[in-house]
């Protein structure tokens, strides 16, 4: 009995030690981790933070647009013959009139001899008619022939001259034919892949043609915006305003080149709600593709005075969208607020913040109402990282309580 009473009491002590261990780590309480990840409830939370300012920022209507050429040719013989040159190459830029190709001429230069010989003959017959009929209205004078005989041949000289002009016409026609087999660029552009080849059979009812030819400069971009947004548009189309578009790629970071809107369609498209716009654009340095794929941007007004924060700094959640705005005490507040337009990196408040107001940019997914944070801004990160890649300059290192200390780098 006395030995199960040592035991139990040698249980309590096991117990009590496991319990000590738990609640001490080296002679320190330790603290009971808060639902964010483990972090105690009175450690400062590391978040980059961005003061709201003043400003002016556009707003703008952004679609996806398609660029369409000023004019597209394709380039086909008018004749039908052999092809002997080509003086192109593939992508020139050609001006209008410009020879692209030959065909064989041979052919067109024999009917042109074979019409003008023509020619040459009925001018001689109608030469000779013209001469009876002087003489016989000369013998008519003097009644020495009867007036039938005088009426048919001013008849004879008159079908002469019909015969005459449709060899002129001929004639006009072989030389015509002629012409047609050098092939010049009907319009300036730039040229495409070349289609046929020396030496083939080329005709005018091929349906590929020899080359096609796009002019560019300028060039279009059609897009499509919402039709709630067309009555700004026309108001300020109709008030003889310019309004700038620019044409930006495929990621929307990279801007392309600047235009200027020229015209709205006729008509909404009842399937999608959306009326096409027309924009020009001088595409001087031709960065705009027939057919590419385009984001375009065309800016409405420009409103002024405006407050402005990063986009990154808006949350969406239960509030609706807000942001947190860091107190005097380097704490945090959770303040709705209500969004204006936006550009890709800037959105503008409409109401809800002041101008000057720092806004958490960055480290927003820990934070809570009243959490306490530790700001550092992007131009002091900018500044650290540079000082942290100069090798004579001084590196901070955070220790584990949250502090720092100065670190001389050693020289290079």
């Known amino acids: ?51 709201a300012s003043n400003g002016d920022i556009d707003v703008a209507i952004n679609a996806l647009g398609t660029v369409t ?57 109608l030469a000779n008619a013209r001469i009876d009929y002087e003489r016989y209205a000369g ?10 005989q005088v009426d048919a041949q001013k008849s004879l000289v008159r079908q002469y001259e019909g015969t005459v ?41 091929d349906t590929t043609g020899l080359v096609v030819i796009t002019q560019t400069q300028p060039t279009f971009v059609i897009f499509a915006i919402p039709a709630d947004s067309i009555s700004s548009i026309l108001e300020r189309l109709n008030n003889k305003e310019t309004l700038s578009v620019e044409a930006f790629d495929r990621d929307g970071k990279s801007r392309l080149a600047s235009g200027k809107l020229l015209t709205v369609d006729n008509q909404i498209d009842a399937t999608t709600g959306t009326v096409k716009l027309k924009a020009e654009f001088a595409n001087t340095d031709n960065k705009l593709f027939p ?17 402005l924060v990063p986009v990154a700094a808006v949350q969406r959640g239960t509030p609706g969208t807000f942001v947190y705005v860091v107190n005097a005490d380097q ?4 303040r709705p607020v209500t969004l204006g337009t936006s550009t890709a990196d800037t959105v503008a408040i409409e109401k809800g913040l ?29 500044g650290a990282k540079a000082k942290g890649s ?10 584990p309580q949250g502090g720092s200390k100065e670190n001389a780098a050693p020289a290079s």
Not at 14 to 37: H, M, N, R, W, Y
Not at 367 to 379: D, H, I, N
Request: glycine fraction near 8%; charged fraction near 20%; include cysteine.
């Open 165 to 205: 002009l449709t060899d002129r016409a001929l004639v006009d026609n072989a030389k015509l034919q002629l012409d047609f087999t050098r092939i010049t660029a009907p319009i300036t552009g730039r040229l495409g892949l070349r289609q046929i080849d020396v030496g083939n059979m080329i005709h005018g009812s």
């Open 139 to 148: 013998l008519l004078a003097k009644d020495s022939i009867a007036r039938q």
């Open 354 to 382: 002041a101008a000057g107001e720092q806004v958490v940019t960055d480290g927003a997914d820990k934070l809570r109402e009243g959490a306490k944070v530790e700001v550092s801004t992007p131009s002091a990160a900018q």
């Open 1 to 51: 009995m006395k030995n199960k009473k040592i035991w139990i009491a040698i249980g309590a002590l096991l117990i009590a030690a496991v319990a000590v261990s738990c609640f001490f780590i080296d002679g320190t309480p330790q603290k009971k981790p808060d639902s964010e990840g483990g972090r105690g409830t009175s450690q400062a939370l590391p978040v980059m933070a961005a003061a």
């Open 69 to 125: 050429a000023l004019n597209t040719a394709t380039v086909k013989a008018r004749v039908d013959g052999q092809l002997i040159h080509i003086n192109f190459r593939d992508g020139q830029l050609v001006k209008a009139g410009d020879l692209l190709a030959e065909i064989d001429p041979r052919p067109f230069q024999v009917q042109v001899d074979q019409t003008n010989g023509q020619l040459m003959r009925d001018q001689a017959l």
């Open 291 to 307: 057919n590419q794929f385009v984001n375009a941007r065309l800016r409405i007004e420009t409103r002024h005075d405006s407050v």
């Open 390 to 399: 100069n090798g004579g300059g001084q590196h901070k290192h955070r220790n």
């Open 331 to 334: 704490s945090v507040s959770i």
